[in-house]
C-alpha cells in the first residue's frame, strides 16, 4: 500500500534526509553537481527507424565519479513526473504530480547506463526480463547490470529507450496507453515516437514550503540577472524552480555561476535575488533537516545564525515575497528540501526566538463563518499552547461541522488509551495537562484543538507522527527514532512502507493501535492514511493509522487475518491469484475487483485484515517486510486517487472525534483534510 518512501541514511551518506534528533543538525551539503559529459561511444543504434548515436544520447556520466540527480518527465506535461510507488508486495513506476519528494528523483550513473533511484542507488529501473517484453511494467530491482537495466536517451526523439532491447534498441519506455494522465503505468513498448513515449530530463531539486507545498521557490521569469528577484510561484516543473544546493550555496540550475542572495548587511526583511556568487555571508545558507526545517544564513548571528528564509507575512501565492527574518519557529519558515548530499560540512545551527511549546498565548480557534481565516483571536489567555501564537495567520476556509452528532469514545470512535505501560510516553487525565504540555500544540495542530473530550489521551496511540509538527509544538520523544524494523513496543521508526519517512514518523504498537488488540469495530470512525496507488484499483486500501486525524466510517465491516481468508470466503473458495514479480506474498491482487465486488454485493462497506505483513519498515531494506498495521479496505471509492474520489468535499472526516467534514485535494501524495495535521 502507498508509495515508496526515501532511505534515510547517517551523515556523509546520500541522503538529505536525516533521523531526527534533540539538537538541531549542522547545515547540509544537499546538492552534487557533476560535469556533464556523455559516455563516449561510437556505437550506433536503430531507434524504431532513426539512428541514434549513442555518444550524444547515452544516459551515462562523464568519467569523473560524481553523480547528477534528475526528475524524468512527459514532455507535454513538465506538472507530472515518474514516479515510484510500492504497495501489495510489488513496487511499480507510474506518472504522479511533480511533488519534489525523493521516490521521484532519479541518477544516471556515469558509465553504466544504470537509472538508479535517489533513495538508494543499489536500485535500479528494470524492465522484468531479458529479452524484455513490450508491455512490461517497469519496476526498480537490484542493480545487477542485466540487459534489461541498461537505457539510453535519444535527444532528438526525446525517447528513453532500453540500449540492448533484443539487437536494435526497440523498446521504449512508455506511458501505457499514451495516457499522460495521475496513475499512468510506464511500462515498455515498441518504440513510435509519439507523445506517450517523450520525457523531458531536468536536473536539479525543488524547495518548497512546508505549509503550501504546491508552491516552489522560483527565480522570476528565469533570468539570472543581478538582483533579479527569487518568489514564490505555483509549482510547474520548469528549469526556473530547479535549483542546486550544495557548499552552502542555493544556485539555480540554468546558471550554477549565480547564487540566491540575502542582502548585504545581513538584516532581515531583505527580499531574495539572484547574484554572481562571490562567496559572501549573505550567500551562505545551511539546512536545519532534523528539527525545524528552516534554511537559515549561516553566519548571520555573532554566535549562531539568527536569520532564515521567511513567506513574508506567510501569504501562500503566486508572486508572494521570500525574505530573511528572524528564526522563529514560525511555519511560514518550513521548508521542504530533499535532495543527496555529498558529505557533511560544519555550520552554526540557527537561534530561534522564544519557545513556541512553552510560550503563554492568547488562544485562537477556527475562524468565523466569515472566512476570514484559519486561525482567529479568541481572548482566553488560560488556553496556552495555540501552534501558530504570535506566528502569521494561516489561510484557510472554515471548517465545515459534519452532519449528525458527534462522535463519542465507546461509541462511533476508538478509544486514545490502553491499559498497561505507556513506554515513556506521556498520559493526560484531563484538559489542563495536555493543555500545559507541548503534546497540548501537536494535539491542536492534528486536530484543530486541544481536545476537552475523549480522556485519558494516550500519544502513545498515535502510530503516525509529524515531525515537522512536533518540532513546532517543542516535543520530545522519549527515545531516538529507529531506522530499522522495530521489535519493541513504544519506539518510534522511521519508515512504514510507502509514506514520506522525511517528515513522518510512526510508533511501534504491537496491538497494532487497536486499544483492546482486535479488529478495528463496525460502525465506527477510525482514523486512517492512504497513499493514491492504481494497483488498489476501485476500492481504497488504508492502514489504520491513529494520529492522522482523517478518519473513515467502518460501517459493516468483514474482517479476516489475510488476503487469502477473504478471497476463500468471499469467492467460494477460490485460491489466491498473484501477477509474475511480487516482492511480497498472500496479496491475492488479481482477485481485488472480484473480492470487491462480492463484499459489495454481501452488504460490506469496509474489509479489514490484520495479520497482512507486505509493511516495510527497514529504510536500508525493503525486502525486509512485517505486519505493522491493520489494513482497511474502503468500498466506498478508487484507492487510485489520493481522495478516494474528486478534490473537495469527501464522505471523510477530520477534527478531534470526527467532528468536521474533510475537504480533501488529489494533487498531494496522501489522502488530506485542508486545515488539519500538515494542511492545517
Not at 241 to 249: A, G, P
Request: proline share 6%.
Amino acid at each position: 500500500m502507498g508509495r515508496v518512501c526515501a532511505s534515510q541514511r547517517p551523515l556523509g551518506c546520500l541522503w538529505l534526509a536525516l533521523v531526527a534528533s534533540v539538537r538541531l543538525s549542522a547545515g547540509q551539503d544537499l546538492f552534487v553537481e557533476d560535469d556533464q559529459r556523455l559516455l563516449p561511444s561510437e556505437r550506433v543504434k536503430e531507434l524504431g527507424g532513426l539512428k541514434v548515436n549513442v555518444a550524444k544520447s547515452s544516459l551515462g556520466g562523464g568519467p569523473n565519479r560524481d553523480q547528477k540527480i534528475f526528475t524524468i518527465s512527459p514532455s507535454s506535461n513538465p506538472k507530472l513526473c515518474l514516479d515510484y510507488a510500492t504497495g501489495h508486495g510489488g513496487s511499480r513506476l507510474q506518472l504522479w504530480e511533480c511533488s519534489g519528494n525523493e521516490n521521484q528523483l532519479f541518477y544516471f550513473n556515469p558509465g553504466s547506463y544504470d537509472i538508479t533511484w535517489g533513495g538508494d542507488s543499489t536500485l535500479c529501473i528494470d524492465a522484468g526480463s531479458n529479452p524484455a517484453k513490450a508491455g512490461s511494467w517497469l519496476a526498480m530491482f537490484p542493480c545487477k547490470g542485466y540487459p534489461q537495466q541498461k537505457w539510453g536517451y535519444d535527444s532528438n526523439t526525446e525517447s528513453i529507450y532500453l540500449y540492448d532491447s533484443v539487437t536494435d534498441a526497440s523498446l521504449c519506455m512508455d506511458m501505457q496507453g499514451g495516457n499522460i494522465a495521475l496513475g499512468t503505468p510506464v511500462q515498455v513498448w515498441g518504440c513510435n515516437h509519439l507523445a506517450g513515449q517523450k520525457w523531458n530530463l531536468l536536473h536539479g531539486i525543488t524547495i518548497r514550503p512546508e505549509a503550501g507545498q504546491e508552491f516552489c521557490l522560483d527565480l522570476y521569469g528565469g533570468s539570472t540577472t543581478n538582483g533579479n528577484k527569487v518568489q514564490l510561484w505555483r509549482c510547474n516543473g520548469l528549469a526556473n524552480q530547479k535549483w542546486i544546493f550544495d557548499d552552502y550555496r542555493i544556485r539555480p540550475i540554468n546558471d550554477p555561476n549565480k547564487c540566491v542572495d540575502g542582502g548585504a548587511g545581513l538584516q532581515g526583511g531583505f527580499g531574495l535575488i539572484i547574484w554572481d556568487c562571490n562567496g559572501a555571508k549573505q550567500q551562505i545558507f545551511g539546512y536545519d533537516s532534523s528539527n525545524m526545517r528552516t534554511i537559515y544564513l549561516t553566519q548571520s548571528g555573532a554566535a549562531d545564525a539568527s536569520l532564515c528564509l521567511d513567506v513574508a507575512g506567510g501569504t501562500m501565492s503566486e508572486g508572494a515575497v521570500i525574505q530573511t527574518w528572524s528564526c522563529n519557529q514560525c511555519w511560514n519558515q518550513q521548508w521542504k528540501v530533499i535532495g543527496p548530499q555529498s558529505h557533511s560540512m560544519q555550520a552554526s545551527a540557527p537561534t530561534y526566538e522564544d519557545g513556541i511549546a512553552v510560550r503563554r498565548f492568547q488562544n485562537f480557534t477556527r475562524a468565523p463563518s466569515d472566512g476570514t481565516g484559519f486561525l482567529a483571536q479568541k481572548t482566553d489567555a488560560s488556553i496556552q499552547n495555540p501552534p501558530d501564537g504570535g506566528c502569521p495567520p494561516r489561510q484557510h476556509n472554515p471548517p465545515v461541522p459534519a452532519p449528525g452528532p458527534l462522535a463519542k469514545p465507546g461509541w462511533g470512535v476508538e478509544g486514545h488509551c490502553e491499559t498497561g505501560s505507556n513506554y515513556g510516553f506521556p498520559v493526560f487525565y484531563k484538559y489542563s495537562d495536555l493543555n500545559g504540555s507541548p503534546w497540548g500544540a501537536y494535539y491542536h495542530m492534528i486536530y484543530g484543538e486541544v481536545p476537552t473530550t475523549g480522556y485519558p489521551i494516550c500519544p502513545y496511540m498515535l502510530f503516525l507522527l509529524y515531525k515537522p509538527l512536533l518540532s513546532l509544538a517543542g516535543v520530545q520523544l522519549p527515545q531516538a527514532i529507529s531506522t530499522k524494523c522495530p521489535t519493541n513496543a513504544g519506539t518510534p521508526f522511521a519508515k512504514m512502507s510507502g509514506f514520506p519517512a522525511t517528515d513522518w514518523t510512526w510508533i511501534y504498537n504491537p496491538l497494532l493501535g487497536r486499544p483492546q488488540g482486535d479488529y478495528v469495530p463496525k460502525d465506527t470512525w477510525i482514523e486512517v492514511m492512504h497513499t493514491a496507488f492504481s494497483m488498489d484499483g476501485s476500492a481504497t486500501w488504508f492502514y489504520y493509522t491513529p494520529g492522522s486525524g482523517i478518519y473513515t466510517w467502518t460501517g459493516t465491516t468483514f474482517a479476516y487475518n489475510d488476503h487469502p481468508d477473504a478471497v476463500k470466503d468471499l469467492l467460494n473458495g477460490a485460491a489466491c491469484s498473484d501477477p509474475p514479480g511480487q516482492i511480497g506474498n498472500n496479496e491475492c491482487q488479481n482477485n481485488f475487483e472480484d473480492m470487491y465486488k462480492a463484499a459489495i454485493k454481501k452488504g460490506a462497506n469496509t474489509i479489514q485484515f490484520k495479520k497482512h505483513s507486505d509493511m516495510q519498515c527497514d529504510l536500508n531494506n525493503n525486502n525486509d517486510q512485517r505486519n505493522m498495521a491493520i489494513e482497511v479496505v474502503d468500498l466506498g471509492g478508487p484507492g487510485m486517487t489520493t481522495c478516494s474520489g474528486e478534490s473537495g468535499k469527501t464522505r471523510f472526516r477530520a477534527g478531534w472525534q470526527a467532528k468536521y467534514v474533510c475537504v480533501c485535494d488529489n494533487g498531494q501524495d496522501s489522502i488530506n483534510c485542508e486545515g488539519f495535521a500538515m494542511n492545517r
